[in-house]
């Protein structure tokens, strides 16, 4: 497998971790996927954080590894090849109590990996363990135990409990009443030199720098006025309002998220498994949540807030191209008097493929991070169309998801309002170099969403089954 | 040994040329690239658009061999490659299954046989847990493992010479389900009884004023639905003082019913599936219609929620409907055909 090593100055890290990998055997089986590959999962739980960690050894970073260090990286493999066997037979013991358990929710990867790393190194191999049953068992009863409906129920009997509504909405009323008037200031330079780095060579003291100047803060100063919030798809009212406290709410019908109660906000990043106990208690959380509503961008880290006006910055003007961009682009493909389909013309599907936008700092219009999220969007009409998902200018459609299609800043906002509101409740900060992941990965995001419904619209329809 | 050109001057590296006719290819998305495969002129190895490099470096190796890997990132401007391995070889295969999900032209007129939807999408499955360290969705496999039903694989299994590569797919999935933390669904099969509607066509009584056969242009329509290597039949009645027109058009094998739209001699005409295997439907006609039947040669089937429809729609490209028939047989007969495909000619 490495016989290409001589050729070149450096080797993909991909195929070292594999070489190494496969040399640890059957043991790793159950951390490995049916290519005999360590799982995504393993790499970006295990092996990045725990063995790698190229974020302490740069050498192991990036795409390739220089000739150098090949047998180093190797080396920390194989080093860690007993942990990482008997992390994969805790594993199995781990889904097995789960099964007995009878437990469905949440990804076994995510809950259990680094727990069972931990038994590892705690009690080394389950196999020769008499209580390693019962020590898998405690395990996921204890993943469990603060999970589910039992969070659920607490924050709605807080939220609910009669002896202290009028208080909380008296809080939410004071928080509103004294929130600070917008500042407001001509667009940072700053935004935009970080969107045209963060993908290739993001600069840590700028992005620093960004958070320090509330540079965030400053670009929501308009979103009070009519029409900007819910230009940006964060509410459906013309301005922004306080929060209800709330009583109930449901995964499938959440508002949009400036609409949300408090009870929805907290409802939303309770139902998502991982990491919850980062969180705080219940209390804190509510009271945490009330002064939240009321910040700039209703996020409460100027970190997150520059997110925002980033994410704004970097996906406005998506619409012009990709999927929606209506009338020939429409029917795209199935009339042969539509775009080539051969692949010549500048209209071909080829076209979009390859990339419309300019990449590459220093183009005048447009930052290089809008035109890596304009050419992934252009390239799912292609996409989309080889896989023979339904057009969505198709008559039938439904209107809203056509609206996003056309139009997908919405959706992006609304999606990464959310994922920094969820950072914000486990106390994540964003690094530099994660930014253009977190831009890109909700697009991608977005994206799949909209496939999804795509395709229930065709398996609803009665095609075939 | 394939061969590329790898043009470097756009903003995302092309390998082996522009993209090919998207309803020719077959897909995978990694992380930092897309892989096609041109079926229109199959080849062991994809194009490539690569978006990412850096991204893609960490797997591309897998595809195309370390040396043509490097090469394609920063080589000559041509690179060739012989490259074999189980995960190309998954690769391949999930992209085929996907094109075949989407584009398969089921036909009874082509003689080529439906594949079992149930089987394709377990076998899609399990090829993308295959290749799950190169894609880029992070959830492909939940995804994929949320399609899968294990009732209707079951009736599969019933099946010589493929039945015990099916239990045991049916098993595998069902340890990787357990490994994702997804709940596999295994309903009971639907039977064709269950939904099949009464025949439609004339109806006794009717008087037959004229009739005649018409190609079929079912580009508007998701694939499996209607056969459209076969012509469709069209009758003009009269029935108690009333003109009407009707329109029968072969379904495609295992088709299921559908709400679609026939657009015949400047009428839109609803068609349901009948118990006979065909779309049919029928409407009032207007007397000057007489005139225009006769220079009618297509009957163009949409579906409203698949495509919008151009109101002067071009003439279909045979083309590549052609060359889909063409790959599908070469696959039906193929020695690496799929479980798929296999279990389809069986």
Redesign the interface.
Known sequence: MVHGLAASAAVPRGMLVADAWSQLGDAVAPLSNASGRPLARTVKLLLDPLVLRPAQNPRFSGGVVAIAHVDALRQAILDAGPALAATAAWFQLVKRARRRAGITEGHPQDLYFQRCYELAHLHGDPGALPDAAQIAASTVEDVHAERGEVSVDRLRRFLTDPDRTAELAGMIHDAWTHRPSPMRADPDPGLRAFLDDCATAPDPRLWKALADTATGTAAAADLDRPGVASGYGLTARDRPTAPELGERASKRALPRPFDRSIMERLFAAFTTWFQREAMADVPSLVTGEIQRSAAPWQLGREQSRVLMALGRDASAGLASAGTGSGGGAGSFGHDADGPGLAGAGSDAPGAALTGTGSTGAGSAGTSDAHARLLNRWSREKYVNFALGLPDPEAPEIPADLLREVRDPQGPFMRRLWARLHGRELRAEATGADEVWDLLDGVLRSVIMDQRDRLRRVLERAGGPS | MTGFAV?RT???L?VG???????L?G?V?GRGA?LLWNLAAPQPHPAA?V?D??????????VY???T??AVLDGPDTVATAWES??LD?ARDLALL??A???WPASYAAAVP?LP?ALLLAETT?CT???????????AV??ALSRVDLGALAPLRSNPGVDTEIADLSE?LGD?A????V?LRAEAP?RREDWALAAGGPAPGDLTVSGGTVAVDA??T????VDAESDAAWTLVQRSGAWLLTLTVPAAP??????LTARFAGLDVPLRLDANGAFTGETEAPLDVVTRLAAETRVLVH????????P??????PQ?RAAALAFARARLASPDATLTERAARS
């Not at chain 2, 490099?53 to 897998?62: M, N």
């Not at chain 2, 847990?129 to 959830?139: C, F, G, I, N």
């Not at chain 2, 998701?222 to 639905?225: I, S, T």
Request: no cysteine; hydrophobic share 45%.
């Open positions: 043009d756009g903003p995302a092309v040329g522009p993209a090919p006719d998207p309803r290819t897909l998305e897309l658009i978006w490099p850096a991204l893609a470096t960490e797997w591309l190796w897998e061999g370390p040396d890997a490097a189980p995960v998954a996907r094109w999900e989407a584009w439906a939807r399990w847990a295959r290749v799950e360290h190169l894609l880029e969705d992070e959830e939940e995804r595998r990787l357990e490994s994702y933390g709940v639907a580009r508007f998701p694939r499996g639905l295992d088709a299921a019913d559908a709400v579906a409203p929620w698949f495509a919008p429809v151009p002067e729609p071009g003439p279909d490209d590549w």
